[in-house]
């Protein structure tokens, strides 16, 4: 009885509040309405034109306009009020800020209401109206189901995030690892969880009960420092060894590999071909040009027959090692679907070498997705331009590769030779010039 007195009020003012902020969200879009429309009109008249939006009358309510077109031949036809657009408003940050405040508002008087309360009953002499102990058990309770429940809820939603197939063979070692410790911190955490909501909602404060003095127990101590302890290690042995059985490749392995160069830059992703020779040229950052952007050294022979694509095409079950750059800042070379991660760092290439073992057509097949596609991504925030640093990877049979990699056109071509004699000529004559005007 004593409660409701108390949060009538409190009810009252969160219903004003929210009234108050309906009436300025509403009273900002018909200002914006009504400017567009005087606007139109304005337009119109300067246009003379019947086919510009007028207004059928000037005096009426401005939430309830209407818009009239005519059809050319003085009849007026009807069309329908445009949508008002609230989506500006629900994004700007001075709404939410202006939200939270009047949450604050409305947080502290419901406090100052309460404490007008226990104040009043304790001038009359009476004990305290509200069991906060009780209260705070029963929040304890509710967070703990709602807890559980948006765990499950996010399990059950996004849960096919997470439990994709590996287009891999040291994906499938990934993903293992993943599950494990996936299955150890879940289990964990519920337990954890139910055990610390529970225990304060069952053993809630209470004045007729005194606490059970337990200040020590080496047995618990032990149990909990050792199990974790073993768990930890096993966790941290067996991905230091998986991470070790990936990226420790030996040389007779690596020989075996497609070797394909990545370049990251803002805000793109440059794929370099080995040719033939399944080596790539030299580069040398002093000789980026426009034309030549990675900087290949032409006059080393394997860059002869290199290739630039647009996109990754990988043949299935063939060891493939990437050599992955930076032109500019750190980025990184990231294929989801493969469980491939490595940073791309200026000055330092870095590797990665795996095996594709599973082609796109059977992973859409797998997925029941027809537009499935791997896709290389960068995984370091570099700059604006970062999402859209995208690569489509293909992975096919051997093949198919080899019929696509015979049509992908040679960087040294025709136009590149010219264009790097022409500089050389260039380069020629202005070092000329530089020693005639030295010996002068
Ligand atoms: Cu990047």
Wanted: proline share 4%; charged share 15%; hydrophobic share 40%.
């Amino acid at each position: 009885m004593s409660l409701r007195k108390v949060l009538i009020p409190a009810v009252y003012s969160l219903v004003l509040v929210l009234a108050l902020t309906t009436v300025s969200v509403k009273a900002q879009n018909q200002d914006s309405t009504a400017v567009s429309i005087t606007a139109a009109t304005d337009s119109a008249k300067a246009m003379n034109s019947v086919q510009v939006p007028t207004l059928i009358s000037t005096d009426v309510d401005t939430t309830k306009l209407s818009w009239n077109q005519g059809d050319g031949q003085g009849n007026p036809v009807e069309i329908a009020k445009p949508e008002q657009d609230f989506s500006g408003v629900y994004k700007s940050a001075a709404y939410y800020t202006l939200l939270f405040f009047l949450f604050c508002v409305f947080i502290g008087i419901v406090g100052k209401a309460l404490r007008a309360y226990e104040l009043t009953r304790s001038i009359q002499g009476k004990g305290p109206g509200i069991n906060w102990h009780r209260v705070q058990s029963v929040l304890f309770a509710i967070t703990l189901i709602a807890g559980l429940y948006g765990t499950y809820w996010s399990f059950q939603n996004h849960g096919s995030l997470i439990n994709t197939i590996s287009g891999t063979l040291h994906g499938a070692k990934i993903d293992f690892m993943f599950n494990i410790t996936l299955g150890i911190t879940l289990t964990v955490f519920v337990l954890t969880h139910i055990a610390l909501f529970y225990f304060t909602f069952k053993y809630v404060g209470s004045e007729k009960r005194k606490a059970y003095f337990y200040p020590h127990n080496d047995t618990l101590e032990r149990v909990w420092t050792i199990v974790p302890a073993i768990v930890l290690t096993v966790l941290v042995l067996l991905g230091f060894f998986t991470w070790r059985g990936i990226t420790n490749v030996s040389e007779e392995d690596q020989k075996k590999a497609l070797n394909i160069e990545v370049t990251g830059e803002q805000f793109k992703w440059t794929v370099r071909y080995p040719g033939a020779d399944n080596q790539v040229g030299l580069r040398n950052y002093k000789l980026i040009t426009p034309t030549n952007g990675l900087g290949i050294d032409f006059t080393d022979k394997k860059s002869w027959d290199d290739q630039i694509a647009g996109e990754i095409v990988l043949p299935v079950n063939r060891p493939v090692r990437f050599s992955i750059n930076a032109k500019d800042v750190l980025h990184s070379f990231y294929i989801p679907g493969f469980r491939v991660q490595m940073n791309a760092v200026p000055g330092m290439p870095t590797y990665f070498q795996f095996t594709p073992s599973v082609t796109t057509a059977e992973m859409r097949e797998k997925t029941n997705d027809p537009t499935y596609d791997y896709i290389l991504l960068c995984a370091k925030i570099c700059g604006s331009g970062h999402y859209n640093m995208q690569v489509k990877v293909k992975v096919v049979s051997e093949k198919e590769y080899q019929e696509w990699a015979v049509k992908q056109p040679l960087f040294y071509n025709d136009d590149m030779k010219k264009q790097m004699q022409s500089a050389q000529v260039t380069d020629a004559a202005a070092n000329t010039t530089l020693a005639l005007t030295t010996s002068k």
